[in-house]
């Protein structure tokens, strides 16, 4: 038994024309709420312990560090001694129906356009008060492990990058009929149950919540949210006073809730305006279904401790052991690039630029690689040499921390090219991104422990095969702990992009072009889980590893120079 408690609070954010985020689409604005966003929270301690593991999922396209560092400023001070950060982990559904504009880092708050400091706002307040009333409602609970295993006609969910999948030796091949067997249709739950009744749930599932497409306008939980409204509906009709459900990611990456094979793109294009809606709705009632058939069969209950470890890593600059890196010596992440892939969008979830256009950019990419490799005794020389060999083979296109595009200052680009390259240059020119970075390099990672299971929380969008890496790493680094199940969550704690392993990445499809730290990526993160594993497994007064890095300060003049307060003249409905 585990004293448990719940809760959910609306995330009060009222649409008014910003960009949604996930799309990365100028024109995808939020002018209605078709349903509520909602940040819910599950506080879990051991009896007569004085800080609790705290579990809070939001419906929103990610976490990013200025929301969780503004949510553990505010409970230090309201819980004091009784609060953990490294026991908070905050999750997100990945809807690309929710809000933008919460970043510090200057690059996905460009649709929006810029950071919304309302909104951030908005999002701290609802967690903090999520995480309170939990806090309060805590009561004896037990706690039960389960799965459930889709079957292989639901149509739940794809993989959109067979190709990528394909290239890795550790699975079963797939051709274009199979892209539904091409992922892990299995999910992971956690049961809380008071008198032997089910009253809250916490599901583990990886699949986009990409069944709204960008042509809405409204604020909507997509299948996550349904499958979330859903069960607690359920729940509340059998009695439950207050119940919470949870739907949070797993191995999503490479994951889509649409039909990825033949006439794919016919097929996409007849869910259109109020059926796509419908469709996110019983995508999240496929999830919501097998959630609470599975926690009605056999489960496991957890017993034991509860703990956690949390280490920000630079994972611009992480040395790879021979065993991370298939024999390879001397690999190396390096700073964050996008590549032409991430430009070119994925199929049928978020179609981006035109095949001419990302062929140019190809082009213009190889040229600069090609000038600034021509001089190996150039002052720079060194520099884009372990850059290209990190982040081979893609065509890069975009650059941080140096904020260049196609090798130039953002803000010589042509701006009349795309209403985003145009809000990029008006940042530059007016201040704003001179410091600051384009994205993260410093991100954390995570592992709770519950009884006998090990949560792995990962900030990235994580590929299918990338994250049974990862959980096979941990799993065999705790075997001190006898912990009998790793689990993976996604989209925890922050923002960084992909996770592809190093066979996908070279694909460079969407997923490899936005997998930031080049080819070595997933490489440092199972590395680096691996070493949260192993201090883990110790006692807390022999544990050993970074606890004190986190991210560089950003200059609040810059952040203010590229906040838009409320003015959206640049909004065209």
Known sequence: MYMVGWSKQEIPIQPKGYAMFGYGMWTHRAYEKRTALFARTFSIREMNATQPLLICCLDFGCITHAMRSGVVDVLKQKLAEHFDEQQLVL??????????????????????????????????????????????????TEIRYSTGQFDENTP?????????????????????????????????????????????????????????????????????GYAATISE????????????????QASAGDVSPHFHGPKQDAIRNKIQGEAEYQY????????????????SSSSQPLEGTLDAVLSYVDLSQVNIPVEFSQGVKN????????????????????????????????????????????????????????????QHPKDIIL??????????????????????????????????????????????????????LLLVCCPGEITTTSAQRVIQTVYQSSTSMSSQYVCIASYCNDYMGYITTNEEYQQQAYEGGHTLYGQWTQAAIQYKFQDLAQQLSLEKSMRSYDQSTRPAQIPQHEIDLRTNFGSIKTAVR
């Open 280 to 295: 996110a709705q019983q995508n999240g009632r496929y999830q919501s279904d097998l959630a609470l058939q599975a926690l």
């Open 331 to 390: 690999a190396k992440t390096s700073a964050a690039c996008h590549g032409v892939a991430f430009f070119g969008g994925t199929p049928v979830d978020g179609k981006g630029a035109a095949k001419p256009i990302t062929m140019a950019m190809s082009l213009l990419s190889r040229q600069v690689r090609k000038k600034r490799l021509a001089n190996p005794n150039a002052p720079d020389y060194d520099k884009y040499h372990a850059l290209y060999s990190s």
């Open 233 to 248: 509906q359920y729940l509340a009709e059998q009695g439950v006073d207050q119940p919470v459900t949870i739907f949070a």
């Open 91 to 140: 999750m997100a559904t990945h809807t690309h129906s929710g809000p933008g504009g919460c970043a510090y880092e200057a690059l996905y708050n460009m649709p929006t356009p810029g950071f919304v400091p309302e909104h951030l706002s908005a999002v701290v307040e609802a967690v903090v008060q999520s995480v309170l009333l939990a806090i309060e409602t805590e009561h004896e």
């Open 399 to 452: 650059e941080s921390p140096d904020n260049q595009l196609l090798g130039k200052d953002l803000d010589v680009q042509p701006s009349f090219l795309d209403p985003l390259i145009r809000e990029m240059n008006r940042q530059v020119k007016a201040g704003a991104i001179q410091h600051s970075p384009l994205v993260p390099s410093v991100v954390p990672l995570q592992i709770l422990k519950l009884g006998q």
């Open 156 to 224: 739940v969910a794809w993989n959109r990058a067979l190709k990528s999948y394909n290239r890795n030796p550790d699975v079963i091949q797939r051709d274009i009929h199979e892209t539904h067997l091409a992922l892990n249709r299995e999910m992971q739950l956690l049961g809380f149950y008071r008198q032997q009744q089910l009253c809250g749930l916490i599901s583990l599932f990886g699949v986009h919540a990409t069944c709204l497409s960008n042509q809405l306008n409204a604020y909507d939980g997509d299948n996550k």
